[in-house]
């Protein structure tokens, strides 16, 4: 089985050399180490057979033999490239220490080429992975809540940016406050948000308005968790901002259509009711007259049966609903009767009418109309 290796921790390597500075940066001690690492012999650099500036880099070894040469500070750090063995360039970091008493200087690298090489894939799969985000259309968005509770952007893709209102340029340039876009309204919604995620870790999931360029309001929904601590202690949310206007203007809509449905339900003469094909008897809508006949008050008949007739019928209740079922989706409509046990113990025997309506959205809804025989 394959295995994803980069992600492996990796052993550094060490290795040690000591350079004389009064002869050209001669190496004149080393280990084993670096002996196998640039291919000369042990016996061969105790001979001063090899110099620093001959494993160095060209384009790194003038920089590097100026470090060397300073004295303002006993410890030296720096990173450059070196050659080995087999030719290759190999990134190390070294640490040098001069001796006070003589030109002796004690250098010692890290083989850190593996760590150079991880941290280059990684900016290149980060850079990839904001290619592929401002592809997203949702708006994907990376802020920090500061000390005096603004939410501050630190990264918001192209779609964040269209339904914000701003751009890159503009949002990176100063201070950008998401708080300052939340409709006032609904702050206290998100800051109440904000501060359970914070005490809990559970995600955010709400819908808010917020201000656009255009100075309208947009419904968003808005999910969001904390991904990290920054240096400074600030969470780090990551968000998905979705634009939801329009299923928003569309659940108005619907809401209103319902409310002219069930105010007409409820003036109609006679005793009619709405359900589902599934659910025969559970009612959805009921009008006045229904509710007068079987003796409940619109909110009894809600919370003590459910606005489910099956609780008042008198007789097989699943024989009746599967009767009714069948009919429906055969000819469309039909006719049942059964008794009803009304309040005060009074018995109503019933003519039940159906009719199944498809409605423009596709759905199936059933009107029903009950005569007190």
Known sequence: MSENTDEKAYEVEFLNCVVDK???FKVVDADSHFADFTGVHISKIHQGKLYLQDIV???DRQA???KLRKKSSPYIYMDFDVINSNGDVIFVHCSAQNDDATPLCR???ADVSKSREKTERLRERASEIKNLIDL???GVCVFCVTPDMHFEARYLNASCCRLFGTSKESYS????????LFYAEDKTLVYQAIGRTMATGEPIDLECRIKTHKNQLSWCKCNAAVHHIDENGSPVFHAVFTDVSRVKAAEARADKAYDRLANILENLSGAVFTSAVEKPFKCD????ELLSHIGYTRAQFSERFGKSLSRLIDGDVPALEQEIKTELFRNGKCTVEYTLNAKGARQLRVQDCRRLITQKDGSMVVLCELTVN
């Open 136 to 138: 997203v259309e949702g």
């Open 22 to 24: 009064s002869q050209d």
């Open 173 to 180: 340039e100063r201070d950008y406050h998401l708080d300052d």
């Open 64 to 66: 590097v033999l100026e």
């Open 107 to 109: 250098l010692v690298f």
């Open 285 to 288: 809508l009921v009008s006045g």
């Open 57 to 59: 880099n060209p384009p």
